[in-house]
């Protein structure tokens, strides 16, 4: 019987030839990343239990991001903490704020992610990864000190969903909007516990960036990750940025599969996930309500890459943002910020006036930096509309792609991205 | 012991306990917020030894574990839903905090009721008219867990 690329690398990675799924196993871990929220307990278990050493400091990587610039004492407290133990620890890849980014983003970016690897972070959007073809999954603390005094986890294996992705994106149409149609399809837990793989023509056309939006929503759906077999597109992504080996793997053809779900994507329209769940989608044209805005934000691990910034600038240029809404533009690494700000497109957000902060994860989970009043609601290229997400529990976050959000912006009410816009 | 009983499926890690108190990690500091965005009210009806009772994917979203220490924190001695979300359940697991799959029990037992449970014979009963749900035992491994306080003391212990 042939095995699914998830199972494949569990199996090579717990010293195996090949393995079910339901099966436990023991993974040895080949990277493991560890920003300010999670890490700090993590730390202290390990002190607590006498574990003075990590497995292999060269195998892992902090990425404080949360609560970053530190948002309170508290938190400055927290990663002072963290900033001091990794020294102790000989833990060198430390991204110092400057240096620092969203760790989903950040992370693929410089190159630490390749295919075929295991990897973990102690923060659910860790499938996000799996764009590159890795075994890629969130944790929490307790594993997280686990992981890295041992350098291996134990897995449940995965069954796999494969989603065949067919048709034509239609203009206005991106990747977000169809991690959305899948989830309204099969609900927050349609892949509790399972690996969803992603393939077809539509997916081998997306670039690595918008596969990874993809990808980082599986956990929306419930999934333990999600994977996209490597191809040219990821070489040539790794080519600059990686030195690391290794080997493309693929499901092989008489994989088992729990699931076989079709989709043709060709008459999907641009999706709007209504409050509070991300399975809420809604296709834009269907909205008749004028639903007001009191923020808009472009940002977060699902959609604060360049090429989404790209597509966001397109609607604010010669545009304004409208009277009494508020727009945030929050690049997600200190690299996007930087080509953002070489292609005119910071000027352009700036000249619309949107605002333009420093990367962190902030507003999407009601940290800081965009936190929303009771009452108001705010359409966001971000991935949870929880209540209480991005802040007062009374108030709405609709998700949507970074099109959808700038025309939404320029509006002041949800918009579809393809009809015209005011000045 | 008391059930606080949620109908609702999908409860998630940023109601159990926002990211507004995540510059903390002590269960004594979270516990006076667990479940503030679901229930204002939890932290003054919970009293140690209570469980909670919720319908399908509780715990779902955010890899938080201060989701589970908050619980803990308030009193909370276990979760049983419907069905869990798995960072949730792995993190319950390896705090040695007993998450129970019962399917169902959600919709038949209302909140406030005394409760009793048996873990080792997979038994809830309602006290309140006697109605027992059995729920399936734990696995191996989570026994294990459980038994020895946690995953770090199972490892530290190897």
Known sequence: MGQTITEKILARHAGRDSVKPGELVNAKLDLIMCHDVTTTPAIDMLKEHGINKVFDPEKIVIMPDHFVPNKDIKSAEMIRKIRLWADEMGIETFYELGNHGVCHALLPEQGHVIPGMTLVGADSHTCTHGALGAFSTGIGSTDLAAALATGELWFKVPPTILFNVSGTLKDGVYAKDIILEIIRRIGVDGARYKAMEFKGEVINALSIEARMTITNMAIEAGAKSGIIAADEKTLAYLKDRSEGEFEILHSDEDAEYEQVINIDVSDLEPMVAFPHLPDNGRSVSDIKEKIKIDQAYIGSCTNGRIEDLRVAAEYFKGRKVAKGTRCIVIPATTDIWKQANKEGLLDIFMEAGATVSSPTCGACLGGHMGIIAGGEKCISTTNRNFVGRMGSPDSEVYLASPATVAASAVNGYISDPRKDLGE | ?158
Not at chain 2, 8 to 20: G, S, V, Y
């Open chain 2, 1 to 158: 012991m008391k059930a606080h009983v949620y109908k609702r499926d999908h409860i998630n890690t940023d109601e159990i306990i926002p990211a507004r108190y995540l510059n903390m990690d002590k269960e004594a500091e979270l516990a006076k917020y667990a479940m503030e965005d679901l229930d204002t009210e939890f932290v003054n009806k919970v009293e140690a030894g209570d469980v909670i009772i919720a319908g399908e994917n509780f715990g779902c979203g955010s890899s938080r574990e201060h989701a589970v220490w908050a619980l803990r924190g308030a009193g909370v001695k276990a979760v049983i839903a419907d069905s869990f979300a798995r960072i949730f359940y792995r993190n319950c697991i390896n705090n040695g905090f007993l998450a129970i799959e019962c399917q169902g029990v959600s919709k038949h037992i209302a909140s406030g009721s005394e409760i009793e449970l048996n873990v080792k014979k997979g038994e809830l009963k309602d006290l309140t008219n006697g109605k027992v749900y059995p729920f399936a035992a734990l696995p191996d491994f989570a026994q294990e867990m459980l038994d020895k306080g946690g995953l770090l003391n199972l490892i530290t212990k190897k």
